[in-house]
């Protein structure tokens, strides 16, 4: 599904994100796992378009996107939810969701907002679009509810159903479960199990280990903005380099081996 090869990036004197080779396989669950600072968001804005990176390629469906700007990444068939919720609250759940399509395939938020001619006639197609996108995210019923009366739960699924819009092959979540319950987290948990069996392939950046551990089919570690470590769940949390990368980062709480045995919602970093 999606290959980078050496990829990096450096912030003046920082590198940020070294020379990462890794593959992630279509239809699974992929989990960017790493302690505080390790580069994991920002090897997602590289991956998503949000940066250029300084070294390396990112391959996705056999085409070199690493190029490429961020509508041309979703056109090609990537979209991603944000760490921190960017739905509009005082528009209906389906007006964000349509935003969402429209936003990422063609014009800009100003269009979408300011209604031209062109926004006019892609209107039905945004409305079917956003209204599949509702039905898989299991929040169609809402459709007319302002998105600000959504639950915490139901609002990430509205920013979820942002980026499905677009109708993408691979779904990169942001900290899915960031500010969840764990009833929510759960909750949220079956609903990625469910796009995945439904043919989407999905990375996510998370700190919820507990999550990490039953949700992701394949880990890929970070530290340092290096991959220290990669392979399923078991492999991960006993391998020798990760449990060091976060027994190093104690400092911040991030203690790999009480997150595998933690419950939904520990935050080990928090
Ligand atoms: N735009 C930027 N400009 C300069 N430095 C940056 C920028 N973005 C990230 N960094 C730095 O790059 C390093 C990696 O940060 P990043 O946010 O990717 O880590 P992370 O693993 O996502 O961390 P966290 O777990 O705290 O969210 C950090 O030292 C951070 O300060």
């Known amino acids: 599904?999606?290959?980078?090869?050496?990829?990096g990036i450096r912030f003046g004197g920082l590198h940020a994100v070294k020379d990462v080779t890794a593959t992630i396989p279509a239809g699974q669950i992929t989990a960017i796992i790493g302690p505080n600072g390790a580069g994991k968001s920002t090897f997602f804005n590289l991956i998503s378009g949000f940066y250029q990176p300084?070294?390396?390629?990112?391959?996705?469906?056999?085409?070199?996107?690493?190029?490429?700007?961020t509508h041309e990444v979703v056109a090609s068939g990537m979209a991603r939810t944000f760490q921190t919720t960017t739905i509009y609250k005082e528009l209906s759940v389906l007006e964000n969701a349509m935003i969402g399509h429209r936003v990422r395939?063609?014009?800009?938020?100003?269009?979408?907002?300011?209604?031209?001619?062109?926004?006019?006639?892609?209107?039905?197609?945004?409305r079917d679009a956003a209204m599949?996108?509702?039905?898989?995210?299991g929040i169609a019923a809402h459709a007319a509810r302002p998105a600000g009366a959504m639950t915490q739960e139901g609002q990430k699924r509205v920013g979820i159903a942002m980026a499905l819009a677009s109708n993408p092959k691979l779904l990169l979540l942001d900290e899915p479960a960031a500010g969840m319950n764990p009833e929510e987290t759960v909750s949220l948990m079956a609903l990625i199990r469910?796009?995945?069996?439904?043919?989407?392939?999905?990375?996510?950046?998370e700190h919820k280990m507990s999550l990490v551990m039953s949700l992701a089919?394949?880990?890929?570690?970070?530290?340092?903005?290096?991959?220290?470590?990669?392979?399923v769940p078991a492999?991960?949390?006993?391998?020798?380099?990760?449990?060091?990368?976060?027994?190093?980062?104690?400092?911040?709480?991030?203690?790999?081996?009480?997150?595998?045995?933690?419950?939904?919602?520990?935050?080990?970093?928090a």
Request: net charge neutral; hydrophobic share 40%.
């Open 1 to 7: 599904m999606l290959r980078v090869e050496g990829l």
């Open 54 to 69: 300084t070294t390396g390629r990112i391959i996705f469906q056999g085409q070199d996107i690493t190029r490429l700007k």
């Open 105 to 126: 395939t063609r014009a800009g938020l100003l269009d979408a907002l300011l209604r031209t001619g062109r926004e006019r006639r892609d209107e039905q197609e945004s």
């Open 132 to 137: 599949t996108a509702l039905t898989r995210v």
């Open 194 to 205: 469910e796009l995945v069996a439904g043919g989407l392939t999905v990375i996510l950046v």
């Open 217 to 231: 089919d394949h880990i890929l570690v970070l530290h340092h903005g290096q991959k220290i470590s990669e392979g």
């Open 235 to 269: 492999q991960v949390s006993r391998d020798p380099a990760v449990i060091e990368a976060y027994l190093g980062s104690h400092a911040h709480g991030g203690q790999m081996g009480q997150a595998t045995a933690a419950s939904a919602g520990e935050t080990p970093h």
